[in-house]
T-cell receptor
Framework: GDSVTQMEGPVTLSEEAFLTINCTYT??????LFWYVQYPGEGLQLLLK?????DKGSNKGFEATYRKETTSFHLEKGSVQVSDSAVYFC?????????FGQGTTLQVKP | EAGVTQFPSHSVIEKGQTVTLRCDPI?????LYWYRRVMGKEIKFLLH????????ESGMPNNRFLAERTGGTYSTLKVQPAELEDSGVYFC??????????????FGPGTRLLVL
């Protein structure tokens, strides 16, 4: 069945460091791909999405490119801030429902 | 526009008791989903309503879980009797139209359930 695998955390970075969170997927067909973020004490928020191969989703300085050849959707940000500390979830949409990875906790230190 | 709301935000119960979680979707959203994250693992799909009908309940773990959406507005998820392994965060999400590939699901803040 469809599945999503994320790099394990926690990831600890200093402010202004470069961020990469790896995400790979297994799916039949060409699913839409998403990154959701959960800030402390809040619900899941859609961060960005891509709906077809080579699409780049971007938001708040974060980017991810839908790579069909490597079945990946890695999340990147050039310079993280303390306020980016959160749990990040990669997901694909299959048959209506979302299938999530296990989540990656990011902690950014000043 | 109000987002997806869930009640309660936290619930602590003893094994064998009953708990009912409530979700109010965004007004006008016909599609309502329940998900669960257990023990810091991945978020897993439980079920999907379209209006008041269950479209997909393949993720419901067992018959101790009962979801309803009377009238196609808010939904409840009842766990009876609760077991230790039911502890986790229960998320609700809603969307307007799942027929397209570009549908976005909007999530609520979740209910944190602890079964002792």
């Amino acid at each position: 069945g469809d599945s999503v695998t994320q790099m394990e955390g926690p990831v600890t970075l200093s402010e202004e460091a470069f961020l990469t969170i790896n995400c790979t997927y297994t799916a039949t067909g060409y699913p839409s791909l998403f990154w959701y973020v959960q800030y402390p004490g809040e619900g899941l928020q859609l961060l960005l999405k891509a709906t077809k191969a080579d699409d780049k989703g971007s938001n708040k300085g974060f980017e991810a490119t839908y790579r069909k050849e490597t079945t990946s959707f890695h999340l990147e940000k050039g310079s993280v801030q303390v306020s980016d500390s959160a749990v990040y979830f990669c997901a694909l949409r299959g048959a209506g429902k979302l299938i999530f990875g296990q989540g990656t906790t990011l902690q950014v230190k000043p | 526009e109000a987002g997806v709301t869930q009640f309660p935000s936290h619930s602590v119960i003893e094994k064998g008791q009953t708990v009912t979680l409530r979700c109010d979707p965004i007004s006008g959203h016909d599609n309502l989903y329940w998900y669960r994250r257990v023990m810091g693992k991945e978020i897993k799909f439980l079920l999907h309503f379209v209006k008041e009908s269950k479209q997909d309940e393949s993720g419901m773990p067992n018959n101790r879980f009962l979801a309803e959406r009377t009238g196609g507005t808010y939904s409840t998820l009842k766990v009876q009797p609760a077991e230790l392994e039911d502890s986790g965060v229960y998320f609700c999400a809603s969307s307007q139209d799942p027929s397209g590939r570009f549908e976005t699901q909007y999530f609520g803040p979740g209910t944190r359930l602890l079964v002792l």
